[in-house]
């Protein structure tokens, strides 16, 4: 897609990269990428659910404050509630999977899953997966083209440039 605006440009950019991450994330808990639950000495699960952790915990946290801080009250301002709170309520539904299956992969990574907290692992992570995959897409789709009329050059420097400062 192409953006006029550095934002719209980054969270798109940043939705890419979830919904690939998802795609591994389906792969691995279908056992699609081998065998679920991952054998003991499988050295690419603690890498992926390090990945995963990661992502959930730092990037995706750090891309939602950002919507709902800087984003979301400026579609509110331009009439835009509903969708705003849409997005936001979607957010909710995200971390409400996101956090138990944050506790279940600290726990698998330290090496104690009961068979039953490995199904219900699987069943968390293709949750969230869905969650967050149909809540990317959407954003794409009726997000960032609002964004593109909503933001002028200056106000899209500016929160550009303090989100990508981290
Ligand atoms: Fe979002
Ligand atoms: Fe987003």
Request: glycine content about 6%; hydrophobic content about 40%; charged content about 25%.
């Given at each position: 897609m192409d953006f006029q605006r550095q934002t719209s440009r980054?969270?798109?950019?940043?939705?890419a990269a979830s919904l690939l991450l998802l795609g591994r994330v389906e792969r691995l808990f279908t056992g699609r990428a081998g065998a679920y639950p991952p054998a003991a000495d499988d050295g690419d699960w603690p890498a992926f659910a390090r990945t995963l952790l990661s992502a959930i915990e730092v990037e995706v946290a750090r891309h939602f404050e950002f919507e709902e801080r800087d984003l979301f009250p400026r579609l509110e301002e331009a009439g835009d509630g509903d969708l705003a709170a849409?997005?936001?309520?979607?957010?909710?539904?995200?971390?409400?999977?996101?956090?138990?299956?944050?506790?279940?992969?600290?726990?698998?990574?330290?090496?104690?899953?009961?068979?039953?907290?490995?199904?219900?692992?699987?069943?968390l992570a293709l949750e969230?997966?869905?969650?967050?995959?149909?809540?990317?897409?959407?954003?794409?789709?009726?997000?960032?083209?609002?964004?593109?009329?909503?933001?002028?050059e200056d106000t899209d420097r500016e929160l550009f440039g303090a989100y990508a400062a981290g």
């Open positions: 980054r969270l798109y950019e940043e939705h849409l997005l936001n309520e979607e957010h909710s539904t995200i971390r409400a999977v996101a956090q138990p299956l944050v506790d279940l992969l600290r726990q698998a990574l330290a090496g104690g899953l009961q068979a039953q907290q490995w199904q219900t692992l699987k069943t969230f997966s869905e969650r967050l995959g149909s809540h990317a897409q959407k954003e794409d789709g009726a997000l960032l083209p609002l964004l593109e009329h909503l933001l002028d």
